[in-house]
């Protein structure tokens, strides 16, 4: 069956510091994967995607992640860690067929120190 | 970008109402909407996906009778919760897609509606 991992629940870091939250899938062929960040009370916002081609996607506020198969993983990153990314970031894989459905991370809170 | 909207934001009902959550699409038109609830600190449920012109598939698990689906135009969908209890008590949030080969596309959310049922 198809699964997203994310294996840390909460993680807090410096502003400034480097950040990678991890994601990890399950999926018996080529998977498209999602980052998206929830703001406090807020909708979901997409960071980025991966359908296929370059394996090092850039997204939007700064972040990357890479796909790495042999790992099954899609790791999120940003080099310089701000304030205002503090929030609930959700890793999701689109689902087996053509029902559009997205299997869900459970997430990961970022909180950020000044 | 695709732009979702719900309404309202978030709403106060007592026990035993009913209430009725709005999902638009404001600039494609959206043969397929997915409702999630989402309880405090925890990831998105899928509940159901709502389908234009049809009924609603649920996800195991979930009351259709209890949270009634209507998808009747390409632009929205709504959901009723239905005899609302405390439990129901939740954020719940839609998302949708143009159209085109659904593998491709993402889903964009709407801001979400923050049920409280007293």
């Known amino acids: 069956a198809q699964s997203v991992t994310q294996p840390d629940i909460h993680i807090t870091v410096s502003e400034g510091a480097s950040l990678e939250l991890r994601c990890n899938y399950s999926?018996?062929?080529?998977?498209?994967l999602f980052w998206y960040v929830q703001s406090p009370g807020q909708g979901l916002q997409l960071l980025l995607k991966?359908?296929?081609?370059d394996t090092l996607v850039q997204g939007i506020k700064g972040f990357e992640a890479e796909f790495k198969r042999s790992q099954s993983s899609f790791n999120l990153r940003k080099p310089s860690v701000h304030w205002s990314d503090a929030a609930e970031y959700f890793c999701?894989?689109?689902?087996?067929?053509?029902?559009?459905?997205?299997?869900w991370g459970l997430g990961t809170s970022l909180a950020v120190n000044p | 970008g695709a732009v979702v909207s719900q309404h309202p934001s978030w709403v106060i009902c007592k026990s035993g109402t009913s209430v009725k959550i709005e999902c638009r699409s404001l600039?494609?038109?959206?043969?397929?909407m997915f409702w999630y609830r989402q309880f405090p600190k925890q990831s998105l449920m899928l509940m159901a996906t709502?389908?234009?012109?049809?009924?609603?598939?649920?996800e195991q698990g979930v009351e259709k009778d209890k949270f009634l689906i209507n998808h009747a135009s390409l632009t929205l969908s709504t959901l009723t919760v239905t005899s609302a209890h405390p439990e129901d008590s939740s954020f719940y949030i839609c998302?949708?897609?143009?159209?085109?080969?659904?593998?491709?596309?993402?889903?964009?959310f709407g801001p979400g509606t923050r049920l409280t049922v007293l």
């Open positions: 998302s949708s897609g143009p159209g085109g080969s659904p593998l491709y596309n993402e889903q964009f």
């Open positions: 600039d494609f038109q959206a043969t397929t």
């Open positions: 709502s389908n234009e012109g049809s009924k609603a598939t649920y």
């Open positions: 999926y018996g062929a080529t998977p498209y």
């Open positions: 991966y359908f296929s081609g």
């Open positions: 999701a894989v689109a689902g087996v067929g053509n029902n559009r459905k997205l299997i």
